[in-house]
């Protein structure tokens, strides 16, 4: 009995070229990945060079240079910067002035989002772009007519010692909310459409009446975006710089962006001293970045693929 050995094809064509031993092919993404490197630590590199400016004496960096080695590094311009500018007070500031701004824009702005995304009408579309048109201004144009309002809106003496909206927290807090409404608007009502209507119908019929179904169906379900939102609008109206400068006339009153001020004289500037403070003044948002981070790129990146 004889038997016959079966071969397995082999495989031809440019696949089956034999390589050398110990080679492998070198992975697609190889080059990408060097250019995001790259632009990483370009980005990176006047983070670092703050850090390194700030670790350093104003003599050593006067008599040597800023591109020189080090006589030492040490933490003394942190202190100086901390007890000399008075950010203690202006962290406060900040925070009185950012959380009800931050919470004031996600609310209005949710509310006309869900007006305009889970109800049809004629005017859909125009409240839309109304919303969204302010922020298409830049707020240069608006300082003037906005200044000339300011000096002309009382408020109660509990709420501000100027007995106007001008110099207050109350005004600058208003102004943040009416600026960044138009582009949360915006992106919560596309969010907001990729929910199923269906969710609305069921509610409707179970006898929701719209305020539940706004406050207990769908804000939860915006839960990422509102993340999103939250973070992003943290960062800018902390950094701002330019409305309370303009609206507010007592120092003391003003957001940790004004603390530097108060490290530079009228002769003398101290860059290492004004490094450290800008710094320190950029810890709250990394750390309201990094306990975000995780609903924040989900916020933005969910119903991409969606038509």
């Known amino acids: ?34 250019f995001l490197a790259g632009i990483s630590l370009l980005w990176l590199i006047p983070l670092l060079w703050a850090v390194y400016t700030s670790l350093r004496s104003y003599g050593d960096t006067a008599h040597n240079g800023y591109l020189s080695w080090p006589d030492g590094l040490s933490g003394e311009n942190y202190q100086d910067a901390w007890t000399q500018s008075g950010m203690p007070r202006f962290f406060l500031n900040s925070v009185l002035i950012t959380v009800p701004a931050v919470l004031g824009t996600l609310l209005f702005s949710a509310a006309v989002a869900f007006y305009v995304s889970r109800f049809s009408f004629r005017f859909n579309v125009a409240l839309l772009m109304l919303f969204t048109a302010g922020n298409l201004l830049p707020a240069q144009v608006l300082i003037t007519p906005l200044y000339r309002l300011y000096l002309q809106v009382p408020l109660p003496p509990w709420m501000s010692d100027s007995l106007l909206l001008y110099d207050s927290a109350w005004g600058i807090i208003a102004i943040h909310v009416a600026y960044q409404c138009g582009f949360c608007t915006f992106v919560l009502s596309n969010y907001m459409r990729t929910i199923p209507k269906e969710i609305s119908e069921a509610a409707v019929v179970d006898g929701a009446p719209v305020w539940r179904q706004f406050f207990q169906i769908i804000l939860p379900l915006c839960r990422p975006a509102f993340a999103a939102l939250a973070t992003l609008e943290s960062i800018w109206i902390y950094n701002d710089f330019f409305w309370p400068l303009t609206l507010m006339n007592t120092g003391d009153k003003r957001p940790i962006t004004s603390a530097l001020a108060n490290l530079q004289g009228q002769y003398f500037t101290n860059p290492n001293l004004i490094a450290a403070g800008a710094l320190m003044t950029a810890i709250p948002t990394l750390l309201v970045y990094f306990a975000l981070q995780r609903q924040f790129v989900s916020g933005l990146t969910i119903g991409s693929g969606k038509g």
């Open 1 to 34: 009995m004889t038997t016959t050995a079966v071969r397995e094809p082999t495989a031809t064509g440019p696949s089956a070229r034999s390589r050398p031993p110990g080679r492998t092919r070198p992975p697609r993404n190889t080059g990408r990945h060097i």
